[in-house]
Every structure is written in C-alpha cells, then in structure tokens.
C-alpha cells in the first residue's frame, strides 16, 4: 500500500520544496506487519509553479478582442457611476508598495529625509481586472502620476491613480494575446487628486470636446482592489482614455504620426531649448526623427517674426497648426489652468496628423483646471503675466495681431457656448449630483475630503468660479 498525504493548496507564482514520504509496505500471507518490513523513504523535489496555465473563461470578441472597436458607450458613460474590481496577490502588491518606497520614500512620511525626484515609472504587475461580473485576466496595473503620485504617498493617502494595459503581460501569458478591454488597450484611472469636487478632470475635458479640440473621454468609476484580505474601497475616480491608444486612433483618420508628450525646458520651446529626450516619443518611438519638432521651434523663433510676419505665419503654419492651439488657448486661458504650458512645462501632447503634416495640439492631466490655482495662478486673458522668453509659443502668437484676433474670437465663441455660465454650472449640478453617494463616502485614508461638507463646498466654488469668469471675459474684450 502507498499512503499519500493532501498537499495544501500552493500560492501562484511560488517555488517550493515539497517533501514526499512514502510508506512502503510488505505483508505477509497472514497479513502481519513486521517493523523491519517498513522502509521510509524520502525524497525531496524542487517544483516551479506559476500562473501561466489558465484558461480565459470570460473571453468573448465584444469583450476581449482586438477585433471589437472601442465601445465609447459602454466605458465611457457620462450619466452613471461603474464599479471596477482590481485583484492583486498579496506578493506582488507588496512589490508594488516596496517600489514606491523605493522611488518615494516611507508611505505617509510627508517626504522628510527622503530624496523623491525621479523619471522612473512605478512597476507593472500582473492584476485580474473584473468588470460587470467578467475578468480580465493578468492586466497590467501599476501606479501612476508624478508630483500628484508622489503627494499622495507621503501624505499617506492610499487612494493612488493607476495606469491599466490590458495585454502588457502577453508575452508571458499567451492566452491574453491582445487582450482589450471593449477595444480599449490602455487605460487610466485618476484619483481626483487635489480635487475635492471631484469634477474637474471630467468637466474641463467635456469643455474642451464642446469647443471642438480633440481631447481624451472621461467617466466616473468607483475602484475597488482586493490585494489578500477582500476588497476594498479605494474610492471614486475618473477613467480617462489615454491618448496613445484611442484618441488617435478615433479622432484622427491615421494614427502613424508621431505622438509626442514633451516634458522639460524643451517643452517651453524657449529659444535654445531643443532637447530630443524631452520631447517624449509616444508613438513611432524607434525611429530618430524629430524634424518636425525641431522644425517648430526654429520657425518660432525666426526674425521674420519681427521683419515679415505674414511669411512667418506661413511657415509656422506648415508645421503647426496655429488654429487649434489658438482655440486651445482660448478655451484653456478662460476656464483657467495653471498646471500646464504657460506656467508649467508638460500636460499637453503633439501629434503630427499625417492628413495635414501639423502638429496638433492636444490637452492632458486636467485635475487642476477651473480654478485660479498655486504658484503664480493661471495665466491672465492677455497674458500680461506670461514671460515672453519662457512660453514663446503664448506670447509670440498673442503679439502678432492676426492671431491675437482669431484668440479674441475663439475666447468670445467659448464663454458663450462652451463655458457659458448656465451650461457649465448646469453640467456641475448633474455630475455632483450622481457622483455625491460616492464622493462623500470615502473612507479614512484612502480620499482627500476632511469631511462630506468638503465635497459640496468644492462644487459650490465651481459654481462661483463659472461666474467670475464670465465677468473677467467680458472686462476682458470689452478694453
């Protein structure tokens, strides 16, 4: 007879020693047992496990595909509030954890003694993702964000943004080969950070798409992550699309230009600047072209400006299309947004659509929009405060008078369509309303709110807001 002990059950991604004793023993015709018939033998085996043999039971083309277009409708509803699980094993959220400490310091440390600069993304790890009773099998998770990432940490705030790329493990697990989710390959989740209304990356991007610029889809969702012990309540963020995935794909006819995210001095365009690291290829990434940027920036600064302006905004707009970023500016200058080009170098991307050869601006990272804000604050409308020779592409195109005519207009068209006081605040009186059950019922540790009384006082500012800002435009082009 052989007797086999139950092994217990064996966590993913383990190895591990199992010893197996096997009893061997041999009987008699009486069938007596004599101690010195029993032999125990021992045997020790070294066994690899891991999470590679599964089967992706919830895979269907609607759902999982590549082939399935993104379905906008079903990710991106602005009339409700999703719920999105993230499961994590106890081991790799530990990972996740020790390499923010590693980047950031101690959690909740407030940053003392503790160097926190840094370029390096957080690690990826394989997640479940589970999503209207479905699962989304080894997606990758990681934290994101940076001064926003970095604040939360310190002050000890759990409730951190995540990035998801759906089949970023696939050459690990072939079985989620171009895995999506409804079409979507990349997405973020944002922690609303500094945002106590909870409303101003969703609100500020809905104003953008009402004036006509291209601009990332946004929705509310409740996140919830079970790392080990069941899951819990990270509380109520806004899913935004990502920019190198869907939005070039939709809303340009090709997407085979370069995508770039500048970050840096390079990505004031100040005379000088031009450093390629800086402008931070997105798309095309392989390929050591960056004569359009590099194009932009010498035409810029051109003398012509000053002795032959017509020919300088010919040649300025055959690389650049001047209409968009002026409409851009408009809209971005009257909602008010500090944490972008004109006061900080990065929030915003460049595509060179392949249809015009332009770069084409697009607005990024919105959760300190429609406000005043820090530092300096946001930009005045006639950029009174803005350095010439730090943000060239404001004040060179705000002084040629062509073009500050177009910016006048586009600034007259947006605080009466898409930044009108009623409309805006009533868009605020709808999303506060869905989202306050949510909002208001984040948990100790994982929110920015000090009490429910924060969340209405937020949405009230908003509303002020909408109308000091109708003031300042009219004063504005009334002068």
């Not at 059950?9 to 096997?22: A, C, D, E, R, V």
């Not at 600069?117 to 994101?144: H, L």
Request: proline share 3%; hydrophobic share 35%; aromatic share 14%.
């Amino acid at each position: 007879m052989i007797f086999h002990k139950t092994m217990p059950p064996i966590p993913m991604g383990k190895t591990i020693l199992l010893l197996f004793i096997s009893v061997f023993i041999a009987c008699s015709d009486d069938d007596t047992v004599e101690d010195s018939d029993m032999e125990d033998t021992e045997e020790e085996i070294e066994i690899t496990l891991d999470d590679t043999d599964f089967e992706a039971t919830d895979w269907t083309v609607e759902t999982h595909s590549k082939d399935a277009d993104p379905n906008f409708e079903e990710v991106f509803a602005d009339d409700e509030v999703k719920r999105l699980d993230i499961v994590i094993t106890e081991e790799r959220w530990e990972s996740m954890l020790d390499n923010m400490t590693n980047l950031y310091g101690t959690f909740g440390s407030g940053g003392r003694g503790t160097a926190t600069s840094t370029d390096e993304d957080p690690i990826f790890v394989p997640a479940e993702i589970f999503y209207n009773d479905k699962e989304w099998y080894r997606v990758g998770v990681r934290f994101k964000g940076n001064s926003s990432l970095q604040s939360s940490w310190q002050a000890g705030i759990l409730k951190l943004s995540f990035k998801l790329d759906f089949d970023e493990f696939e050459d690990d697990y072939p079985q989620i080969d171009n895995q999506r989710f409804y079409g979507f390959k990349k997405l973020s989740l944002k922690n609303n950070y500094d945002d106590k209304s909870f409303l101003r990356e969703k609100a500020a991007a809905d104003i953008f798409r009402n004036a006509g610029l291209v601009v990332s889809n946004t929705a509310f969702y409740t996140v919830y992550v079970d790392y080990g012990d069941g899951p819990v309540y990270f509380g109520l963020y806004t899913m935004v699309e990502e920019v190198d995935d869907t939005v070039i794909d939709e809303q340009f006819d090709d997407n085979d230009g370069n995508l770039y995210k500048p970050d840096g001095d390079a990505a004031t365009f100040a005379l000088g600047t031009y450093d390629e690291d800086e402008y931070v290829k997105k798309t095309n990434e392989d390929e050591a072209d960056f004569s359009d940027v590099e194009s932009l920036l010498s035409i810029l600064h051109d003398d012509s400006r000053t002795t032959d302006p017509a020919t300088w905004r010919t040649n300025l707009e055959s690389v650049f299309d001047t209409d968009v970023f002026l409409k851009y500016l408009a809209t971005n200058t009257v909602i008010q947004n500090w944490d972008t080009y004109g006061r900080m170098s990065h929030n915003y991307f460049l595509y060179n659509n392949p249809d015009t050869g332009k770069l084409t601006w697009i607005p990024w990272d919105n959760n300190e929009a429609l406000q005043e804000g820090k530092q300096q604050g946001a930009p005045e409308l006639d950029f009174s405060d803005v350095s010439e020779s730090q943000w060239p592409l404001i004040s060179y195109l705000y002084e040629d008078e062509v073009y500050k005519s177009i910016y006048d207009n586009y600034v007259e068209e947006v605080i009466n369509g898409a930044f009108d006081e009623a409309t805006v605040q009533a868009m605020y009186a709808s999303y506060s309303s869905l989202i306050a059950p949510y909002a208001t019922s984040e948990n100790e540790g994982y929110t920015f709110l000090n009490s429910s009384a924060d969340f209405q006082n937020a949405i009230n500012e908003l509303n002020a807001h909408a109308t000091s800002r109708a003031t300042a435009v009219s004063n504005y082009l009334s002068e």
